[in-house]
């Protein structure tokens, strides 16, 4: 598989104004998409050295006003197939930003409503990947409380999938 971002990512990325958004390390966004070519396209942990999303679109516990496009273009990310450096990567991004304790009322919404539109494609990680991937998964929906009913019934089984350890999982179906 050839390592590359998707039409998918490359319109996220293009959908927003990044310059005009505040970062974490206080510039701009501008960089940002930057960092998402990197993650997506490195082959090695080597290659991300210093090119994470930490200190970017969180730091410390805070929120930034580019997070909320920054979740946008981790969703459309996890529609696609990355590698499974790029999948870790972005999934702990995500846990690092939902669980940040500073973050304004209104970026912890724009959040939550970008988690909730990939939702299937994130669950489905959860489901299918290692039961700390499902654990990841399920502590990203319990905290924004995304999606009522739905959500809550695939946190629990992506809870179920966390405690099984490794052991074989088997859906209730």
């Known amino acids: 598989m050839e390592l590359g971002l998707d039409e998918f990512v490359k319109e996220e990325l293009a959908r927003h104004d990044w310059t005009a958004l505040d970062c974490g ?51 459309a990310a996890l529609t696609g197939e990355p590698s499974a450096l790029a999948r870790d990567t972005l999934l702990f991004t995500l846990w690092r930003i939902v669980t940040a304790e500073f973050a304004p009322a209104e970026i912890t919404q724009r959040v939550g409503t970008a988690v909730t539109e990939g939702l299937w494609p994130l669950v489905r990680i959860g489901l299918t990947g290692r039961p700390h991937v499902a654990d990841t998964v399920a502590t990203v929906l319990r905290l924004l409380d995304v999606d009522g009913e739905r959500a809550e019934h695939y946190r629990r089984l992506l809870e179920e999938r966390a405690a099984s350890k490794g052991r074989r999982w088997k859906s209730r179906a």
Not at 36 to 42: P, V
Not at 57 to 70: M, R
């Open 25 to 75: 390390c206080g510039d701009s966004a501008e960089h940002v998409p930057m960092l998402f070519e990197t993650i997506l396209t490195a082959g090695t942990e080597q290659e991300l050295r210093g090119y994470g999303l930490g200190g970017h679109v969180e730091c410390d516990g805070d929120l930034f006003a580019c997070t909320p496009a920054a979740v946008g273009v981790v969703m």
